[in-house]
C-alpha cells in the first residue's frame, strides 16, 4: 500500500515537473501566453457547469427539479453585487444547505 501511494505521488509530481522543465527553454508566443491565461478559467467554468446543469444523468434546467440551479444564481447574483469570493462561497454554500434541510 505504501509502494502503491509513493508511486502515485511521484507519477503525479512528474506529470507537473515535466512539462515545465520540456517547456522551459522553447520559445512560446505572446499570443500563446495570453491564451493559457485563460484555461483555469476556462476548465473550472467547464467542471461547475457540468455539476449545476446536470442532474440525474440529464441536462435539467427546471428548478423544482434540479436545486442546484437556485444556490448557482444566488452565487452569481452575490458574486456580481459584492465582488467577494468568501460571500460567494456562503451565500451558495448556505442556499444549498436550506433546500437541502427543506426539500
Do not use: Q
Not at 476548465?43 to 455539476?51: G, K, L, R, S, V
Not at 434540479?66 to 456562503?90: E, G, H, M, Q
Request: contains cysteine.
Amino acid at each position: 500500500m505504501t509502494l502503491f501511494v509513493v508511486t502515485l505521488g511521484l507519477l503525479c509530481t512528474a506529470m507537473r515537473v515535466v512539462p515545465a522543465l520540456v517547456m522551459r527553454n522553447s520559445k512560446i508566443s505572446p499570443m500563446v501566453y495570453k491564451t493559457m491565461a485563460y484555461l483555469p478559467v476556462i476548465i473550472f467554468t467547464a467542471m461547475i457547469f457540468t455539476d449545476i446543469f446536470f442532474w440525474e444523468s440529464h441536462f435539467n434546467l427546471n428548478p423544482l427539479e434540479n436545486i442546484k440551479l437556485i444556490p448557482a444564481l444566488v452565487s452569481l447574483f452575490v458574486a456580481y453585487r459584492f465582488k467577494d469570493i468568501i460571500k460567494t462561497i456562503i451565500a451558495g454554500v448556505g442556499t444549498i444547505a436550506i433546500l437541502y434541510i427543506f426539500l
